[in-house]
């Protein structure tokens, strides 16, 4: 007699904001970056009570914008885009609920320490409990896409395996010099994760952003054609542009040489603009979903350019690193967010909602005033700030305005998504 496989249970979730990772992460992560910048600015402006002898308040900033913002996008991509990449399903349910409970706890403990807040008379405590279930939160992050990649021996994937991996080491690292009062080790720490997250965005970006464009521009145009949109890639180029994004990480983190520094981030600047060019297409500024993700990589070819002339020009090194930051973490983690959370909630990718442009207009005014209006004029250089602390907030306040809803319910199809 042959056996009858009867077909398994579909899976369920005690609310769709757990059925995958994107729905809770994206959500918490928009949340978050609010939250975090409102209290930014009042540390910034020595507003709060934070203890600056055991942390200075920039690592503060620093510390969650990378390890609590950009790795619960991450942990949002990445846990959705492995179970499409292996067909392997990731956590979802309580067991999603499980990781994301640890980053949740560890950031309510770095806000309780951004504000001032004892425990037992000690502020530092707060950080003790942020490093168990930080740690914990990325370990169980890597574990999930470990599992999922070797278990249909997909080891091309390993590399973003190594990132999780190293990302747990720079973490561990941030803590160490703060249980150590060592600041120039937390340094390390937050500017390893911050080069990991960028490595990251370069590594994916080089698979997603192409593939968007393709499959954004293909099909009927408006003259009522059918056209196929091919975009070019090269692995020269992708190995180029590893090789000498490795090299610029080394220069500027452990061996600063303005000459190694040049050489290396003008070699990132100039193999990411050709790879542009061959991602073009006119027709993506008639889709804010596609330009926005063109103009992200735009904004760090640029910034590459602004490391590769600040030890010539005289400007300070952290004007160039937060137009790395803004481009390749702040607007390439919205453009992301707004295009798979349509696509994995089974909606229309073509008719994203009107606010999209409002979103990536703003965080261009982000980069416009916190980048080049301070090389332009540095005496209003606090204003510049608070204009972009303002675009910032606003930026994330129309995503949660036009996103949560459709996160936290189920698929219009009905699917489990």
């Known amino acids: 007699m042959h056996s009858i496989?009867?077909?398994?249970?579909?899976?369920?979730?005690?609310?769709?904001?757990?059925?995958?990772?994107?729905?809770?992460?994206?959500?918490?992560?928009?949340?978050?970056?609010?939250?975090?910048?409102?209290?930014?600015?009042?540390?910034?402006?020595?507003?709060?009570?934070?203890?600056?002898?055991?942390?200075?308040?920039?690592?503060?900033?620093?510390?969650?914008?990378?390890?609590?913002?950009?790795?619960?996008?991450?942990?949002?991509?990445?846990?959705?885009?492995?179970?499409?990449?292996?067909?392997?399903?990731?956590?979802?349910?309580?067991?999603?609920?499980?990781?994301?409970?640890?980053?949740?706890?560890?950031?309510?403990?770095?806000?309780?320490?951004?504000?001032?807040?004892?425990?037992?008379?000690?502020?530092?405590?707060?950080?003790?409990?942020?490093?168990?279930?930080?740690?914990?939160?990325?370990?169980?992050?890597?574990?999930s896409v470990c599992r999922a990649v070797l278990q249909v021996k997909q080891y091309k994937q390993l590399g973003i395996l190594a990132k999780l991996v190293l990302l747990t080491v720079g973490n561990g690292l941030c803590y160490w010099g703060i249980v150590k009062a060592d600041m120039s080790m937390t340094k390390i720490g937050i500017y390893l994760g911050f080069y990991l997250i960028i490595g990251l965005v370069l590594t994916i970006g080089r698979r997603v952003?192409?593939?968007?464009?393709?499959?954004?521009?293909?099909?009927?145009?408006?003259?009522?054609?059918?056209?196929?949109?091919?975009l070019r890639n090269s692995k020269a180029q992708d190995i180029a542009s590893l090789l000498f994004f490795l090299a610029f990480f080394i220069v500027d983190l452990f061996y600063p040489n303005k000459y190694l520094l040049t050489l290396t981030a003008l070699g990132v600047a100039v193999v990411n603009t050709v790879r542009l060019v061959g991602w073009y297409h006119h027709g993506i500024w008639q889709k804010p979903l596609l330009w926005s993700l063109y103009v992200a990589f735009l904004g760090m070819c640029l910034s590459f350019l602004l490391y590769a002339l600040q030890p010539w020009l005289g400007y300070n090194h952290n004007i160039a690193m937060h137009g790395l930051a803004i481009t390749g973490i702040g607007m390439i983690t919205v453009a992301m967010m707004t295009r798979v959370s349509l696509g994995h909630t089974g909606r229309n990718i073509h008719q994203p909602p009107k606010m999209v442009k409002y979103m990536y207009g703003l965080m261009v005014l982000v980069f416009i005033s916190r980048v080049l209006l301070p090389l332009a004029d540095m005496s209003h250089y606090l204003l510049w700030i608070m204009v972009a602390q303002s675009a910032w907030i606003a930026c994330f306040v129309l995503f949660c305005i036009s996103y949560l809803p459709m996160l936290a319910r189920p698929r219009p199809d009905g699917l489990f998504g």
């Open 5 to 143: 496989d009867l077909p398994s249970k579909p899976p369920t979730s005690p609310h769709p904001i757990l059925n995958l990772s994107f729905r809770i992460f994206f959500s918490a992560a928009a949340l978050f970056a609010v939250v975090t910048m409102v209290l930014w600015a009042f540390v910034f402006t020595g507003h709060t009570a934070i203890n600056a002898q055991v942390l200075n308040p920039l690592y503060w900033h620093g510390h969650e914008m990378i390890y609590g913002y950009a790795l619960a996008v991450v942990a949002g991509f990445l846990l959705t885009a492995v179970k499409t990449w292996t067909g392997v399903m990731m956590p979802y349910g309580y067991k999603l609920l499980g990781i994301f409970s640890c980053w949740l706890l560890a950031r309510l403990s770095w806000l309780a320490f951004g504000l001032g807040m004892t425990i037992a008379g000690s502020s530092v405590s707060w950080l003790y409990v942020g490093a168990v279930f930080d740690l914990l939160f990325i370990g169980l992050m890597a574990f």
């Open 209 to 230: 952003v192409p593939f968007f464009i393709e499959r954004g521009l293909s099909g009927i145009n408006t003259e009522g054609e059918k056209q196929t949109v091919t």
